[in-house]
């Protein structure tokens, strides 16, 4: 691990790496440098298969709350974007964070691989390498002497919110975590409830999704019934779903079309629990592992010009005021 000083001064948040214009922050901050890798195909993520992929280095930002005491040790929230990068309403939620007191280490699995988005490709970054990403993030913060680690949560936004909710995968967490170490709880916005495993060995600890009812490019069925599911073996899942609301109902953009992303309303997708592959249950022959027939896998089920995404007028500040009141009782 190569930290980068720690430093005090204005600065352009995520700075020409995202597609808007975020605001000045003038808070601590540090710059993180780590090992991770890039992979396609789940059972990638395993065993000896997990070895054959090369190493690169991604980075991520630690940002400081106010009033930062090096002598404490403070809860802490892994922070991932979606397919489009850092976002100017996801600064809200971390700033909202910072202010309750958390450290925010922000993943950049995008800017670490020079990549801007993935809308519509799916493949220049996978959701693999992002769940990946997100467990190295755990295991780097967990002996961290600044860092209580028996608090430290996964939070993301649509493929965030997917690596999010793959870190709580229970096999997932034996394959990467180091020993004993866990996230302590989920905090998901419209994630990908896409290809969950048919073997439901999950996470206990808390976790919360806020996701809306009318979403087809992350649809909310498979999520409501993951929720019930976890409850059901004695889980702590909770969901908050907003009537009349499409994916990313909480940015200030009006409600509009996204010709170039994938709808995945008619995806019925499944991970083998035990091969650790993705399949179709209707379609045996498609290959989610092999990058030219991944796409083609995909396409088999999701498509385009259909995906409505922007600011629900009624329920656009609906999860920020929810996690004002949950953050509180999460330290």
């Known amino acids: 691990m190569k930290k980068l000083l720690q430093f005090l001064l204005p600065v352009i948040l995520f700075a ?9 922050v003038n808070y601590s901050k540090e710059k993180v440098t780590y090992s991770s890798k890039n992979i396609i195909g789940f059972e990638n993520l395993f065993g000896e298969a997990l070895q054959t992929q090369e190493d690169i280095e991604i980075f991520g930002i630690m940002h400081f709350p106010d009033g930062y005491d090096a002598t404490q040790k403070y809860p802490v929230i892994v922070a991932s ?55 190295t993030s755990l295991n780097l913060l967990w002996d961290d002497p600044r860092i209580n680690n028996q608090k430290i949560y996964a939070a993301g936004w649509s493929l965030g919110g997917t ?25 998901m916005w419209y994630p990908g409830c896409l290809a969950l495993p048919d073997l439901n060995e999950w996470d206990k600890d808390f976790m919360q999704i806020y996701i809306g009812e009318d979403d087809n490019w992350t649809p909310p069925q498979p999520c409501k019934e993951l929720v019930a599911l976890m409850n ?42 035990e091969t650790k592959k993705v399949y179709d249950p209707n379609n045996a022959e498609l290959d ?13 089920c999701a498509v385009k010009g259909e995906v409505m995404a922007g600011a629900s007028p009624e329920y656009q500040n609906a999860a920020f005021e929810h996690l004002a009141t949950l953050l509180p009782k999460l330290d």
């Open 163 to 187: 690596a999010a909710l793959f870190n709580a995968w229970r096999p997932l967490q034996e394959a990467l975590n180091l020993p004993n170490a866990s996230f302590t709880g989920y905090l």
């Open 16 to 24: 020409g790496c995202a597609p808007e214009e975020l605001p000045e």
């Open 232 to 273: 059901d073996q004695g889980g702590n899942a909770h969901i908050e779903l907003y009537p009349n609301a499409f994916h990313s109902f909480d940015h200030p953009d009006p409600l509009r079309l996204v010709p170039d992303a994938y709808s995945w309303a008619n995806c019925k997708l499944k991970l083998n629990g």
């Open 81 to 135: 974007h979606g397919s489009s990068n850092w976002r100017v309403h996801h600064l809200d939620y971390l700033e909202q964070m910072r202010q309750a007191n958390y450290i925010v280490f922000a993943m950049h699995p995008f800017d670490s691989r020079g990549v801007n988005s993935t809308v519509g490709n799916q493949i220049n970054v996978t959701s693999e390498s992002i769940i990946y990403d997100m467990a």
């Open 288 to 300: 989610f592992s092999d990058p030219k027939a991944r796409r083609a896998a995909y396409e088999s």
